[in-house]
């Protein structure tokens, strides 16, 4: 028996009528054609008609006449027939943009936001729209989605599953596994939390930039490194989190390479730190999504000669001013100046 789904048919709808004038429950006719009682209902509550707001000759007495059959709430299967069909003409059309919309979503990409931060921003200036709608819109024509691709965050089609490979032993002293941090950091129940990571530049020159991310407010640090070794980088690391206050720098998660051997210099600041399972990148998603978002700044294999510091700070600054929903639609500037300025909090944001 194929028990997939099928729409009624006119055959169908006719037996409907059939039943509702004979008085049965929605129930009992279901029960005849092997229906679900919900499919009925539906098609009954969908197929209903005033001959009123048909029937023209009807019209005139519509303000005065206030009984008779023409207006009473009927099912009849012609009728339901031709809504089924103008139903199903309608169903599965890309999402029709306005001209104001068209240049909404244009002026987000430019700006480098994504399309939910797009959507999350639209009700502010009076447009509702979803991502998904500003995704459809941007493929499904081949010449928009050549021209807008390039400014999504990843530029890909299709969305991929990442999954973490099998994991070896690591050789750095002291290292304390992730998976004995506390319940309240997993949770981002707790401000002045970071992940970090070393982005690296041209593989000839052997320098890359250390990238921090709070795991609550999302806030981005970055310092250029010269070389990639564990001294340089403890020492970005010191530089970045010595002026915070107190509340802002509680802890950080690192992955496994050799940069981070040093780590336990940062016991001078009372900053603990976790270290992430090998090939493991989720286990450190914030730091790694934002990494990427840099990296649109800064292609992959990129000399990092040219950037000066003022540039890197642009570059941060441009990235820390975006809205995102997890924040409720406030950037991660607004977000951690708001936690930053408190010095007797000890949570994460209200929101």
């Known amino acids: 028996m194929d028990l997939g789904y099928r729409h009624l048919s006119l055959d169908e709808r006719i037996e409907i009528e059939k039943g509702l004038e004979a008085g049965l ?31 023209q000759a009807y019209k005139p007495y519509k303000t005065t006449r206030l009984d008779g059959p023409w207006l009473v709430l009927s099912y009849r299967a012609g009728p339901a027939q031709g809504k089924a069909v103008k139903r199903a003409t309608r169903s599965h059309r890309p999402y029709l943009f306005t001209d104001t919309m068209v240049r909404f979503v244009c002026d987000g990409l430019r700006k480098g936001w994504s399309p939910a931060m797009i959507a999350g921003r639209g009700p502010r200036d009076h447009l509702n729209i979803s991502h998904e709608s500003i995704y459809r819109w941007i493929y499904a024509d081949k010449d ?7 400014y999504l965050v990843r530029g890909h089609r299709h ?13 750095i002293p002291f290292r304390v596994s992730i998976h004995d941090r506390p319940d309240v950091v997993d949770q981002r ?29 999302r806030f981005m640090m970055a310092r250029k490194v010269a070389d990639l070794t564990s001294a340089t980088t403890v020492a970005a690391q010191l530089a970045m989190f010595t002026p915070l206050p ?17 780590h336990y210099e940062l016991d001078q600041l009372a900053m603990p730190v976790w270290f992430a399972d ?74």
């Open 25 to 55: 429950s929605a129930g009992s006719i279901a029960a005849r054609l092997g229906r679900a009682t919900s499919t009925i209902s539906r098609e009954i509550r969908r197929g209903r008609w005033l001959p009123v707001n048909t029937c």
């Open 144 to 150: 928009r989605a050549k021209q807008w691709s390039p």
């Open 159 to 171: 969305r991929a599953h990442k999954h973490g490979r099998s994991v070896h032993s690591t050789h």
């Open 189 to 217: 129940a707790e401000f002045g939390h970071w992940e970090g990571d070393t982005v690296l530049g041209a593989k000839a020159e052997h320098d890359g930039i250390h990238t921090e991310i709070e795991r609550v407010t």
């Open 246 to 262: 107190p509340q802002a720098a509680r802890s950080v998660t690192l992955d496994n390479g050799s940069e981070n051997h040093r």
């Open 278 to 351: 090998p090939y493991s990148s989720w286990q450190r998603g914030s730091n790694e999504h934002f990494n990427g978002v840099l990296r649109r700044y800064i292609p992959k294999g990129a000399s990092l000669a040219d950037i000066t510091d003022t540039d890197l700070t642009d570059i941060i600054h441009d990235i820390n001013n975006r809205p995102l929903k997890c924040l409720g639609w406030d950037t991660p500037a607004e977000a951690f100046e708001e936690l930053c300025s408190n010095p007797h909090h000890f949570g994460a944001l209200q929101t």
